[in-house]
Every structure is written in C-alpha cells, then in structure tokens.
C-alpha cells in the first residue's frame, strides 16, 4: 500500500482534533490540506509513480479487456510525455511506472486527466455516476542506483507479490516479459540478488 493511501486510512481514524491539528501543521508548511505534497527533484529525472483506486477497490480490474484497453491508455500516454519508460506494472487497484521524466508536474497533470476520462467511461459502464474511482498520484525521485534498481525489481515484482501470478513473466499487464528477454535470465537474477526489496513499498 503506497504512503498516501495508508494516510487517507490513518486520517479516519483520528479524531476531530487530531485531524484539525495536522491541517493546521500543513497550512503553516504551505502544504495542501489533502493531497499529497509534489516535489520535483533536482538531482535526477528518473521517478517511481505509483496511484491506486481509490480505498484500493479493484476497478481497474472489472474485466481483463478494462486491464489491456487501461494497459494501451497509460502507454500512449506515457510514449508521448516521457523520455524514457523502465519498467511498469496495471493490477486491478493500482498502477506502477518507473520513468525518466523532465517535466514530472505535467506528466502528473497529463496522468490525472486519463484517471479523469477512465472515471467517467468506467462508471457509466458500472452504472455507477458520481463514484470515485482514483485516489491521487504520487512520485518517487530515485535516490541512488540500487534505489533504481531495487525499483524495478519491486514494479515487475509486484503481481507475484500480491499473488496474482507465481513468475513475473506469467502477468501480462506490465513488461515483465520485455525486461527479461533484453536482460537476459542470468542477469536478471543477479540483479534481483544484488538489489533486494527487504520492506520496500511497506507503509
């Protein structure tokens, strides 16, 4: 579960003035009230991006043809505002792209309006008017390159880790398949030993 939907839980179960407390920390910082805060990195363009469902309902996941026609939405997308796409994974309550990006702002602006446009078609499919689909977005700025590495193996690890498939390469909504045909078994492996997840993406 990313942070800031472990946040949107904890925010729940606090009470008024505990919530009345943290809005008034976030004002003093210039934060916004909700949302989690956006910073722009400047020491690389290489970020981890992950959004989720909202309290991670798998509506992404309804069908297998919603999985494959979100699958070719976000990688058009992605193909036309980003320089590069590493590594990416759709499951049916959120999403994983590692990418190099100069303009993360925009690319995040350029997410929500697909989430915007998938919210409305879905729930006119759902018969489901008014419903929230997307909790918000957020960026990861790799720190280190085994910060980078480790990132990859958590994004194309993610489906065996929520057990939806025993191999990456069995889950066919991410590029699982592609990685591993241009690294190689062997090196894939190595990398997989050398860059451990231990309790990466824990909340």
Not at 6 to 17: A, F
Not at 116 to 138: F, H, L, P, Q
Request: net charge positive.
């Amino acid at each position: 579960m990313s942070q800031e939907a472990s946040s949107m839980y904890r925010w729940r179960r606090w009470t008024d003035c505990e919530r009345a407390a943290i809005l008034e920390q976030r004002r003093q910082r210039h934060q916004p009230a909700h949302s989690p805060l956006h910073v722009v990195s400047d020491t690389t363009t290489l970020y981890m991006i992950t959004a989720a469902c909202f309290e991670h309902r798998a509506i992404i996941g309804c069908t297998d043809r919603r999985m494959l026609e979100f699958c070719e939405d976000l990688a058009e997308l992605l193909s036309e505002k980003v320089e590069q796409l590493v590594a990416w994974v759709v499951l049916p309550n959120h999403y994983h792209v590692l990418v190099e990006a100069t303009d993360v702002k925009a690319l995040l602006k350029s997410l929500g309006r697909l989430h915007g446009r998938s919210s409305c078609y879905w729930n006119r499919e759902d018969s489901r008017r008014g419903r929230r689909v997307w909790y918000n977005a957020c960026e990861t700025a790799m720190k280190s390159e085994s910060h980078f590495y480790a990132s990859v193996n958590y994004i194309l690890h993610n489906p065996v880790h929520h057990r939806y498939c025993r191999l990456w390469q069995d889950w066919p909504f991410s590029n699982a398949r592609d990685y591993l045909d241009q690294m190689g078994h062997e090196k894939a492996v190595d990398r997989w030993k050398k860059y451990p997840l231990f309790d990466y993406g824990a909340s």
